[in-house]
């Protein structure tokens, strides 16, 4: 294999990671779930726009609410554990 080829192979994992968009993750303790909201383009989007969320779910009684700004691609938006969602 050609260096160049393996220079591009080794970056190439680092180049999707920066592709990939920013996301809210907010966790709580009761209920205990994870919610995503997103994608933002930017850090600073995501910043702005979580207050908005904690704001909800904190109106719904959420407790523990815990924020994240990360990169990631959620496969699901809400997260809950199997015994909360039996308790409803």
């Known amino acids: 294999m050609r260096l160049l080829d393996r220079i591009k192979q080794a970056f190439a994992g680092f180049r999707v990671v920066q592709e990939t968009d ?14 995503y909201f997103g994608p933002f383009s930017t850090h600073d989007e995501a910043k702005a726009a979580y207050p908005g969320y904690v704001e909800d779910l904190d109106s719904e009684g959420a407790q523990g609410i815990t924020i994240v700004i990360k990169r990631c691609q959620p496969t699901e938006l809400t997260i809950c554990a199997e015994e909360e969602m039996q308790a409803d």
């Open 22 to 35: 920013w996301w809210v993750e907010i966790i709580t303790t009761k209920p205990r779930c994870t919610y």
